[in-house]
């Protein structure tokens, strides 16, 4: 099962590779240009601790499954679960991006996986316990990106 999901995967990366130029381009740029700004617009939203505003860089139909496994389904839903995790769990840090990795599926759809880490200000480290790797599935609807799909995995050494 494992080798036949893994060629359908190749299959699909050897497609919509070829739909997209890889070099730089104004609908590539506009693409990078919306993912930064969903990205600090979900930053400034954690910051200030407010789940509506982070659940609206999502679509209306949109997936979260957060570091604890927790699946968030739906704009509505996201915006409440986020709530009660500011509201209970996270105590007011910040977002902090260490790298991305941006790869475009098609004209209309990209993934970005991206490392980051959660910083108490006003220190500039890292906590070790909040280093994170997740995948951001972005769609152009309606000429607009938004996030349809959003995996937050900790990452944690193997014993």
Known sequence: MRTHLTAIAAAVLLTASASLPAQAGPPRDD???????????QADAWYREDGAAFAATFTEDADVVAF???????RDGIADGMQYYFDTYIDHTRLHTIDEHIRFAGPNLAVIVRTGCQ????????RPDSLSRNTNVMVKRHGRWLQESFQNTRVMALP
């Open 31 to 41: 693409a990078l240009a919306a993912f930064a700004q969903i990205r600090d617009r």
């Open 119 to 126: 910083l108490v200000p006003p220190s500039t480290e890292c």
């Open 68 to 74: 604890n496994g927790d699946h968030l389904r739906t």
